[in-house]
């Protein structure tokens, strides 16, 4: 079992920063696909990024690329990601979530992660 915990969150302008990280218990950590997901009020739950358990290759959806990166350390057990040049529609509850098996982005995309934190939300002001 692992146990996910975002922290982060906030109100930000558009253009900004936020770093959101995610603490994971469990000493397998380093050998889960972790992944960010995001909701918006009124909408389903979309597919951010992922990265595998070596961290030698990352995910984006197309909407964030460029803009977020995903990274993690085994030795911490977080993983984190980096938002930049937010814009307002970024503006949704982020999800940290984590999966034993390592799948392509687009199968993340489509079926998600079995393993899920609570959620911390971001707000993008225009």
């Known amino acids: 079992q692992l146990q996910l915990v975002e922290t982060g969150g906030g109100l930000v302008q558009t253009g900004g920063s936020l770093r959101l990280s995610c603490a994971a218990s469990?000493?397998?950590?380093?050998?889960?696909?972790m992944g960010w997901f995001r909701q918006a009020p009124g909408q389903e739950r979309q597919f951010v990024a992922a990265?595998?358990?070596?961290?030698?290759?990352?995910y984006y959806a197309d909407s964030v690329k460029g803009r977020f990166t995903i990274s993690r350390d085994n030795a911490k057990n977080t993983v984190t990601l980096q938002m930049n040049s937010l814009k307002p529609e970024d503006t949704a509850v982020y999800y940290c979530?984590?999966?034993?098996?390592?799948?392509?982005?687009?199968?993340?995309?489509?079926?998600?992660?079995?393993?899920w934190g609570k959620g911390t939300l971001v707000t993008v002001s225009s």
């Open positions: 979530a984590a999966d034993p098996i390592t799948y392509s982005g687009s199968y993340y995309a489509s079926r998600g992660m079995p393993y």
């Open positions: 469990g000493r397998t950590f380093r050998t889960y696909t």
């Open positions: 990265i595998p358990y070596s961290g030698d290759s990352t």
